[in-house]
């Protein structure tokens, strides 16, 4: 019997807001990668098809083992923005805030993921990488 990868690990209690490709752009365009913002993309092997510009790759997979040094690194970031399939990675990321009562981050899901991103902005270079 196969069980989901992510079956190991606790459920998130928290659900992040989301943020739409417009909004998400709107950032990347106007405010500073790390000061304001950062993007975590939680795909393994399909990051290598194309990718937000200035995306920070944590897989999944291995995100919520590493979820510690996740928080610390990230923490001082005002708007951590995750996309993935499930996006559980965002929800722990939020509750591990909450469980330290870290009010200088939050997490919020990108609204239709890289698919819709990949939509909007995949011809724009500014905004999206390929490899």
């Known amino acids: 019997m196969s069980t989901d990868w992510h079956a190991a690990f606790p459920s998130?209690?928290?659900?992040?807001?989301?943020?739409?490709?417009?909004?998400?752009a709107v950032f990347i365009r106007?405010?500073?990668?790390?000061?304001?913002?950062i993007v975590v993309d939680v795909r393994r092997t399909d990051f290598e098809?194309?990718?937000?510009?200035?995306?920070?790759?944590?897989?999944?997979?291995?995100?919520?083992?590493?979820?510690?040094?996740?928080v610390t690194l990230l923490s001082p970031v005002p708007l951590v923005v995750f996309h993935c399939?499930?996006?559980?990675?965002?929800?722990?990321?939020?509750d591990a805030l909450d469980v330290?009562?870290?009010?200088?981050?939050?997490?919020v899901v990108l609204e239709g993921g890289i698919k819709a991103w990949i939509e909007a902005f995949g011809d724009d270079e500014k905004l999206t990488k390929k490899l």
């Open 30 to 37: 106007e405010k500073e990668l790390m000061r304001d913002y």
């Open 12 to 24: 998130p209690t928290s659900t992040p807001a989301s943020i739409t490709p417009d909004e998400l």
């Open 49 to 70: 098809g194309a990718f937000i510009a200035g995306a920070l790759n944590l897989p999944a997979h291995s995100f919520y083992p590493t979820l510690s040094t996740v």
């Open 85 to 94: 399939n499930s996006c559980k990675p965002g929800g722990w990321y939020q």
């Open 100 to 107: 330290k009562r870290v009010k200088t981050s939050r997490a």
